[in-house]
Nanobody
């Protein structure tokens, strides 16, 4: 199983970015997907998780600004990030749970300038 994440970059405060993460190499069912982030000097934290497009959960700090959604046909999870703040600056990681085993993608850096 390989996870390919993309979409990070540099954006000004108030701007938007969309992250994506695609699963390659396995046809097994995906139980859940999620995005996590790790800021410099801090522990990795949950940003959002999705079981289905009607079953999602968000960290309080991103509620109302971020949206997680999935495209099962493309084995892809997305994170739409709006109204970005400097405190959203971090390396963002995707995680897939496949047959109850967790797989992590390589991080993608999001930098929000003030």
């Amino acid at each position: 199983v390989q996870l390919q994440a993309s979409g990070g970059g540099l954006v000004q405060a108030g701007g938007s970015l969309r992250l994506s993460c695609t699963r390659y190499g396995s046809g097994l069912s995906i139980n859940g997907m999620g995005w996590y982030r790790q800021a410099p000097g801090k522990e990795r934290e949950l940003v959002a998780v999705i079981i289905s497009n009607s079953n999602t959960n968000y960290a309080d700090s991103v509620k109302g600004r971020f949206t997680i959604f999935r495209d099962n046909a493309k084995n892809t999870v997305y994170l739409q990030m709006n109204s970005l703040k400097p405190e959203d600056t971090a390396v963002y990681y995707c995680k897939f749970r496949i047959s109850y085993t967790d797989y992590w993608g390589k991080g993608t850096l999001v930098t929000v300038s003030s």
